[in-house]
């Protein structure tokens, strides 16, 4: 019998890596992607790293070139975070986030779908956040272009379902990761004192976070369930959050997130 083959994508480090090291000591036959592909450090987790780019979309042709009949599973994890006023993030740098976030995602799921249709089978896991369900001030590109990928989800579930393919999109709380905002402040910005006071907030909450590891029961889950939920939280507080917000109504829960971001 063939191992089930996994493509991790942003497997360096993280999350992405946890789910690596997991699945491959559990006999799947997995890829990890970086943008530096390590070898050494996948040998020594019992992987293959293979090169991806999302910003580059030769960089994602190549990768699904090399899996002409798809994959088992597809795990998009890889991402990068800003934070910083509206304001003070420029056009394109937005757009870029997105790239990486969002398109170049459903670029590289796109690409491999032909192969994976044809299988008749397939688990597609999308890495989206908590802050799609409870954005944050500051984070306008990151909260967007994760409530892109999870709305993305949801839609793409309904159509690949007839075809054997499920969709789940995790949506983690904070992790113990190295994952760090890019910062936007302009010079003499209106936003400094603010901005700066949220970065040492989350800063904060990071360092209390749980680790990565709390995923990999979450991806167990997913891979043995023949039905899996369109959508899982995990990390800390998450479960209760999203039971909570269903009675909040939206002005409640402005008011609580800001309560909790104040001075
Ligand atoms: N940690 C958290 O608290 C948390 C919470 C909610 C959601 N998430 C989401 O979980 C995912 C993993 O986060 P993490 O905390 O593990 O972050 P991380 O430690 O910073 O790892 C990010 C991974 O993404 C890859 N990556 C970044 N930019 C890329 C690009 N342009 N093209 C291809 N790969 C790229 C990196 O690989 P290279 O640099 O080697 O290319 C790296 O392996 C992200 O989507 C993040 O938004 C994290």
Same mark, same amino acid.
Request: glycine share 8%.
């Given at each position: ?20 090291? !997991? ?9 990890? #992607? ?12 019992? @992987? ?5 780019? *999302? ?14 009949? /798809? ?5 998009? &994890? ?12 420029? !056009?394109?740098?937005?757009? /870029? ?10 670029? *590289? ?19 989206s956040s908590l802050?799609a369900s ?5 984070? #306008? ?10 709305? @993305?989800?949801?839609? *793409? ?12 999109v995790i949506e983690p709380?904070?992790?113990? #990761? ?6 936007? *402040?302009?010079? /003499? ?15 904060? &909450? ?27 939280v995990? /990390? ?28």
């Amino acid at each position: 019998m063939t191992a089930t083959s996994v493509l991790i994508t942003g497997a360096s480090k993280g999350i992405g890596l946890t789910i690596a090291r !997991h699945l491959s000591r559990n006999n799947y036959k997995v890829y990890g #992607t970086s943008r530096k592909p390590d070898q050494q450090l996948a040998k020594e987790n019992g @992987f293959t790293m293979l090169a991806l780019d *999302l910003n580059d979309p030769d960089s994602i042709e190549q990768l699904a070139g090399q899996f002409p009949e /798809g994959v088992d599973i597809l795990i998009n &994890n890889a991402g990068q975070s800003q934070l910083g006023a509206f304001e003070d993030i420029p !056009h394109e740098a937005f757009q /870029g986030l997105f790239e990486t976030n969002f398109f170049g995602t459903l670029k *590289l799921t796109r690409a491999l779908l032909p192969g994976m249709r044809k299988r008749g089978k397939g688990l597609i896991i999308n890495t989206s956040s908590l802050i799609a369900s409870f954005p944050l001030p500051f984070y #306008t590109s990151y909260t967007t272009s994760k409530a892109a990928l999870s709305a @993305f989800s949801f839609s *793409l579930n309904m159509e690949l379902k007839p075809f054997g393919i499920n969709v789940v999109v995790i949506e983690p709380n904070d992790l113990k #990761t190295t994952i760090e905002p890019e910062l936007f *402040l302009k010079e /003499g910005s209106a936003y400094a004192d603010k901005v700066t006071k949220m970065r040492e907030k989350v800063r904060t &909450n990071m360092s209390k976070s749980q680790d990565a590891s709390v995923v990999t029961a979450i991806i167990d889950k997913l891979i043995k369930s023949k039905n899996p939920k369109p959508k899982y939280v995990v /990390g800390g507080n998450s479960n209760l959050l999203i039971f909570a917000k269903r009675f909040l109504t939206s002005a409640m829960q402005v008011k609580l997130t800001m309560g909790s971001y104040k001075d």
